[in-house]
């Protein structure tokens, strides 16, 4: 069994946010794309017609489009901030502090002992970042576990990534 200490603070929980929210897919990335440059286009297109019309109506285009991609940044920056804020609020109330997984279960902690179990046939994904050291498990209920390797409190990391492998073939194989 491996113990790990749940330590979650506004640069993991953000970090979580990144990742779970940026483009993954090739299709998504291609759509993020085409918005800026349709945009772009739409931009440009406003210009060539106020330098060829002098109609003031093409400017005020350009401007509406410049206020769109302005919107559409700014609004998902709120989504990712407010997203973070409520995954840190969540985990205040609830007092978890630690996790133990083995291949039949996670146990989840508080300051007086084990809380609860999740059987591994309630977990729905697990993903590992890489980048920080982290892997995310979500379950059926959308509860989210944050573990970070450098949290490893008993047990190796090569373990727990072992633990993840194999959970990680079965639920591709139930899939």
């Not at 113990?3 to 090739?26: C, H, Q």
């Not at 973070?84 to 985990?91: A, G, H, Q, R, V």
């Not at 133990?100 to 809380?115: A, M, N, T, W």
């Amino acid at each position: 069994m491996i113990k790990i200490k749940l330590d979650w603070n506004k640069e993991n929980v953000g970090e979580f946010v990144r990742y779970s929210t940026a483009p993954k897919s090739k299709s998504h990335v291609f759509l993020t794309v085409a918005f800026y440059v349709v945009i772009a286009v739409i931009i440009a297109l406003c210009i060539v017609m106020f330098a060829m019309t002098g109609e003031w109506l093409a400017i005020v285009g350009a401007g509406v489009s410049v206020i769109v991609a302005i919107v559409y940044n700014v609004g998902f920056r709120m989504v990712k901030k407010n997203l973070t804020n409520n995954i840190l609020d969540l985990n205040l109330k609830t007092g978890f502090e630690s996790v133990e997984v083995d291949y039949e279960k996670i146990v989840i902690h508080d300051s007086l002992g084990p809380l609860g179990k999740i059987s591994w046939s309630n977990v729905t994904k697990i993903e590992k970042n890489n980048e920080c050291g982290a892997v995310y498990i979500t379950t059926c209920d959308n509860a989210m576990i944050l573990i970070e390797y450098k949290n490893i409190t008993e047990g190796t990391r090569e373990e727990l990534d072992g633990i993840f492998e194999g959970m990680n073939e079965k639920l591709s194989k139930d899939a």
